[in-house]
């Protein structure tokens, strides 16, 4: 069966400051791996996906993601982050034989100005 | 583009009653669109996958009778809430896909169920 892991439930940073958000998956196939932002009382936006090709996955909003097939691993990544960026921040993992997304259990972050 | 709307935004109503929340893909076809649940605070959880034109797929431990989903149209997905009671209150958002089986997801903005 398919999981997501985000190991951190709540997560605060500086304005400015790097930000890395972790998320493990573990998945029988090539996983197709997804994260996706929530603001409060909203649905969820994309961020970013990959599902082939280039490991580094560029997404909106200046955040990032990298693939480690080895770690089994999708961390996301933004270098300065704005206040803006206070959210809950999800990953997902399907496949390319149209399992179901797997949501992992979300982290929250705060950003102190 | 891959814009999803739901419909209302929030509903308040009686205990007994039913509840329709509607689902539109705005600018796109959606073979398949998917409702979830999320209670605060919480996670997503999946409760059904439709295809347009056929029945929909509950997962383990969702009431089909109590949750009725109709995918009539390939930018329409329904979801009604039968005789709605306390514990149905949450958060409920429905996604869509261009394609059947693995695709991106893009997800409406959610409706709030409250039930008195």
């Given at each position: 069966?398919?999981?997501?892991?985000?190991?951190?439930?709540?997560?605060?940073?500086?304005?400015?400051?790097?930000?890395?958000?972790?998320?493990?998956?573990?998945?029988?196939?090539t996983?197709?791996?997804?994260?996706?932002?929530?603001?409060?009382?909203?649905?969820?936006?994309l961020?970013?996906?990959?599902?082939?090709?280039?490991?580094?996955?560029?997404?909106?909003?200046?955040?990032?993601?990298?693939?480690?097939?080895?770690?089994?691993?999708?961390?996301l990544?933004?270098?300065?982050?704005?206040?803006?960026?206070?959210?809950?921040?999800?990953?997902?993992?399907?496949?390319?034989?149209?399992?179901?997304?797997?949501?992992?259990?979300?982290?929250?972050?705060?950003?102190?100005? | 583009?891959?814009?999803?709307?739901?419909?209302?935004?929030?509903?308040?109503?009686?205990?007994?009653?039913?509840?329709?929340?509607?689902?539109?893909?705005?600018?796109?076809?959606?073979?398949?669109?998917?409702?979830?649940?999320?209670?605060?605070?919480?996670?997503?959880?999946?409760?059904?996958?439709?295809?347009?034109?056929?029945?929909?797929?509950?997962?383990?431990?969702?009431?089909?009778?109590?949750?009725?989903?109709?995918h009539?149209?390939?930018?329409?997905?329904?979801?009604?809430?039968?005789?709605?009671?306390?514990?149905?209150?949450?958060?409920y958002?429905?996604?869509?896909?261009?394609?059947?089986?693995?695709?991106?997801?893009?997800?409406?903005?959610?409706?709030?169920?409250?039930?008195?």
């Amino acid at each position: 069966a398919q999981s997501v892991t985000q190991p951190d439930i709540h997560i605060t940073v500086s304005e400015g400051a790097s930000l890395e958000l972790r998320c493990n998956y573990s998945y029988g196939a090539t996983p197709y791996l997804f994260w996706y932002v929530q603001s409060p009382g909203q649905g969820l936006q994309l961020l970013l996906k990959y599902f082939s090709g280039d490991t580094l996955v560029q997404g909106i909003k200046g955040f990032e993601a990298e693939f480690k097939r080895s770690q089994s691993s999708f961390n996301l990544r933004k270098p300065s982050v704005h206040w803006s960026d206070a959210a809950e921040y999800f990953c997902a993992v399907g496949g390319s034989s149209g399992d179901k997304l797997t949501f992992g259990t979300g982290t929250r972050l705060a950003v102190r100005p | 583009g891959a814009v999803v709307s739901q419909h209302p935004s929030w509903v308040i109503c009686k205990s007994g009653t039913s509840v329709k929340i509607e689902c539109r893909s705005l600018d796109f076809q959606a073979t398949t669109m998917f409702w979830y649940r999320q209670f605060p605070k919480q996670s997503l959880m999946l409760m059904a996958t439709s295809n347009e034109g056929s029945k929909a797929t509950y997962e383990q431990g969702v009431e089909k009778d109590k949750f009725l989903i109709n995918h009539a149209s390939l930018t329409l997905s329904t979801l009604t809430v039968t005789s709605a009671h306390p514990e149905d209150s949450s958060f409920y958002i429905c996604s869509a896909s261009r394609l059947a089986g693995a695709d991106t997801q893009y997800f409406g903005p959610g409706t709030r169920l409250t039930v008195l």
